[in-house]
């Protein structure tokens, strides 16, 4: 059972903040990991992918992946309002003929 | 270019009835993904498919649920006998290809409320 967690939340940062939210997961195997943001009533939409380890960065969103210690994190600089939403991780693995496994999402929230 | 496209977006229907959900995924796009997501879960896998191949029918949840996909375009996804339990957001997506680094286009989604 291929499981992908994540802190529910909700995770609360001042504005001009970073945010950071975190998602490991159980299979070693996995190879492809994304992120996305939902916000309240709307759909998924992809912000973020990574492939391999280390740091990957667009514009003001980093995706930190580390397979070793099966866990992939994104940081958001200077949090906005607007970035408050549920953020998914989705893990893909060769085993699973690719088909996205996706976390429970956790919450951010950024207070003006 | 037009987004993954679900109806209806709402539907309210009665425990027992048979309800039937659409999509129309970006065109060009081979892959088609059913998704469901209850209230404050993650999305939970239900069904995919690839081109003509046969689908990945390992998340439906029970033999009530069936989907299909016509010319390698539409999918329906049918519900029969609609229990409370089955009331969510199903949500479709497709994606340009297949393999590791596919990232999904997700429909609007369609609110299923069962009373």
């Known amino acids: 059972q291929k499981e992908v967690e994540q802190n529910s939340g909700p995770l609360s940062v001042p504005e001009g903040a970073i945010a950071s939210l975190n998602c490991t997961y159980s299979d070693r195997g996995s190879q492809s990991f994304f992120w996305y943001r939902q916000y309240s009533g709307k759909s998924p939409e992809l912000i973020m992918s990574?492939?391999?380890?280390g740091d990957k960065e667009d514009g003001r969103f980093t995706a930190q992946l580390n397979k070793a210690s099966q866990y992939v994190s994104l940081l958001i600089r200077d949090s906005q309002p607007s970035d408050s939403a549920t953020y998914l991780c989705a893990v893909t693995t060769p085993g699973g003929s690719y088909i996205p496994t996706f976390g429970r999402g956790t919450s951010l929230i950024v207070h003006p | 270019g037009a987004g993954v496209s679900q109806s209806p977006s709402n539907k309210v229907t009665e425990k027992g009835k048979d309800v039937e959900l659409r999509c129309d995924p970006i065109s060009g796009h081979t892959a088609l993904y059913w998704y469901r997501q209850s209230l404050g879960q993650g999305l939970e896998f239900l069904i995919y498919f690839q081109g003509n191949s046969a689908p990945d029918k390992s998340g439906l949840p029970s033999d009530r649920f069936s989907a299909e996909r016509t010319g390698g375009s539409v999918s329906t996804l049918t519900i029969q006998r609609t229990q409370q339990e089955d009331s969510a957001v199903y949500l479709c997506?497709?994606?340009?290809?297949?393999?590791?680094?596919?990232?999904?286009?997700f429909g609007n989604g369609t609110r299923l409320t069962v009373t």
């Open positions: 990574i492939y391999s380890n």
């Open positions: 997506a497709s994606s340009a290809r297949t393999g590791k680094n596919s990232p999904l286009h």
